[in-house]
Nanobody
Framework: VQLVQSGGGSVQAGASLRLSCAAS????????MGWFRRPPGKDHEFVAS????????GYADSVRGRFTISRDNAKNTLYLQMNSLKPEDTADYYC????????????????????WGQGTRVTVSS
């Protein structure tokens, strides 16, 4: 599946941004989806994931309570609403698709995701 991201940009601390990730195929609603990020000079890290039907979500401790992952299966689109942004949220953000159909809970390990978006940069200044 091809994933095309939009959103991102440069904001000041405390601002909000929303990232979107549009899938090219109609099988979007069969797979869990996730967001990862890669801060400057660091490895990829898990941000959030959501079950194929949207009823279970998971978050990294660093973003829980500030970020919200959601999906619209009718539109084949994944979202990440980011509120109260901090400078440490600065990173390249990637959406990704699970490879296991109808997984019972959303994964959080990078190896569980096989299709990736092109990435979008988020820069938060203090």
């Amino acid at each position: 599946v091809q994933l095309v991201q939009s959103g991102g940009g440069s904001v000041q601390a405390g601002a909000s941004l929303r990232l979107s990730c549009a899938a090219s195929e109609g099988t979007f609603d069969k797979y869990a989806m996730g967001w990862f990020r890669r801060p400057p000079g660091k490895d990829h890290e898990f941000v959030a994931s959501i079950k194929w039907n949207g009823d279970i979500t998971g978050y990294a401790d660093s973003v829980r309570g500030r970020f919200t992952i959601s999906r619209d299966n009718a539109k084949n689109t994944l979202y990440l609403q980011m509120n109260s942004l901090k400078p440490e949220d600065t990173a390249d953000y990637y959406c990704a698709s699970d490879f296991v159909i109808y997984r019972s809970s959303p994964p959080s390990t990078i190896s569980d995701f096989t299709s990736w978006g092109q990435g979008t940069r988020v820069t938060v200044s203090s």
